[in-house]
């Protein structure tokens, strides 16, 4: 039997590279709900978007009439919940979206779900509900959540609901924490598509504070194929850490990512720190590496050249991004009605 998926937030970063990956198995249908916020980019899907088995529903996660109409309409039997507001920086300017969305959007999928017997319920979350680490030690499954941002409170806030609807009601969960993610297609407002582009402009690259924070990177493709292997074997009620494996300090990075490029280190300017900025991010992922066999594939220098080309080989993505013209692809490609 086909596995009905729906996807919240697929016209986003990691969505959409999910999305790319798993749309040419034709065991799986996929509808795909965003409310195209500015994150929202569905050029990110334009290669893909003519798949029979692929269909696009705009639209909040919050708005519980259409999200029951399409679970209704497309026989949807699997949720995973990409969809948030995701940007730290944000909620700090802003932190009442991220409740909208994040906590009360996530609340109106569960009881979608309920109400529709889903089979598994599939919470994107991340590793900044665990807070901040000291120079040592890893965040596993068992750390207790202890976030510190308003955008990791409300991913925390979501993930006790989901943990709440599996223990109350027996809804088939699971919750994914994974580190920070980079690859193809992700919004110039986070740290490596940032500098990239800013690099490219010789514009400053902004370093948050001393720059000595510390991030355990991913490759987007290596995340979207440990999210499959737990939303198909991941056992219910659980919660699985994802990460990378390579910790690097954000001034590593950034130095990296302007000797790929040719460009001198005197773009780096450093800037007030970030309110309330956790120290660092590193992952166990014992759990999933040897219950569900899961390893990434990508190593981190290899991972951020590909990605470094992908961002040059791209200057349409990369402009309609800095114009906002991507916006208007909605409108373009299904007309005005909307
Ligand atoms: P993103 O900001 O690139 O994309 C978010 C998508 O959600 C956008 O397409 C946006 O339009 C959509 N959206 C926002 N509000 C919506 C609503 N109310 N209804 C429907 N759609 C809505 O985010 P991302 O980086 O792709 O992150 C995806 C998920 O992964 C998030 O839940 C995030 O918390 C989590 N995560 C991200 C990272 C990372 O490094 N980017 C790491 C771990 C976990
Ligand atoms: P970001 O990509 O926003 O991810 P998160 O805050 O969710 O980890 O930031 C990654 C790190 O880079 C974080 O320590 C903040 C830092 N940073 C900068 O130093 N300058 C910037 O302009 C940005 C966006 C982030």
Not at 26 to 47: F, R
Not at 160 to 183: F, K, M, W
Request: net charge negative; with cysteine.
């Amino acid at each position: 039997m086909a596995e009905r998926i729906l996807i919240t937030g697929g016209a986003g970063f990691i969505g959409s590279n999910f999305i790319r990956k798993f749309i040419g198995r034709p065991d799986i249908e996929i509808v795909n709900i965003d409310a195209l916020t500015y994150a929202g980019n569905l050029g990110n899907l334009s290669d893909i978007e003519h798949q029979t088995n692929y269909h696009f529903v705009k639209g909040s996660i919050g708005d519980e009439a259409l999200v029951r109409k399409t679970i209704g309409d497309y026989e949807i039997n699997g949720i995973i919940n990409f969809a948030a507001e995701s940007h730290v920086d944000r909620s700090i300017l802003n932190s009442k979206p991220f409740i909208d969305t994040n906590v009360a959007g996530t609340l109106t999928l569960l009881d979608a779900a309920r109400e529709f017997n889903i089979n598994r319920f599939l919470q994107v979350s991340t590793d900044e509900v665990y807070g901040s680490l000291g120079a040592d030690g890893l965040f596993t499954e068992e750390t207790p959540v202890s976030p510190n941002s308003p955008y990791s409170a409300s991913k925390a806030s979501a993930d006790h609901l989901v943990q709440a609807y599996h223990e109350t009601y027996g809804l088939p969960t699971v919750i994914t924490r994974c580190s920070n993610n980079y690859g193809p297609f992700q919004f110039p407002e986070k740290l490596i598509p940032l500098m990239i582009l800013n690099a490219l402009e010789d514009k400053d690259l902004p370093v948050y504070g001393d720059g000595l924070n510390v991030r355990d990177w991913i490759h987007v493709e290596d995340h979207c194929e440990a999210i499959y292997l737990i939303f198909a074997q991941g056992r219910d009620g659980d919660v699985y850490n994802i990460g990378g494996n390579a910790e690097r300090t954000n001034i590593e990075i950034v130095k990296l990512l302007l000797s790929i490029l040719g460009k001198p280190e005197s773009l780096i300017k450093f800037v007030k720190d970030r309110p309330g900025h956790d120290r660092r991010y590193a992952i166990d992922s014992a759990k999933i590496e040897t219950t569900l066999r899961w390893n990434r594939r990508i190593a981190f220098e290899e991972g951020i050249r590909q990605t470094v080309d992908w961002y040059l080989a791209s200057p349409q993505w990369c402009d309609s991004v800095r114009s906002g013209g991507y916006m208007d692809y909605y409108t373009l490609q299904y007309g005005a009605s909307e």
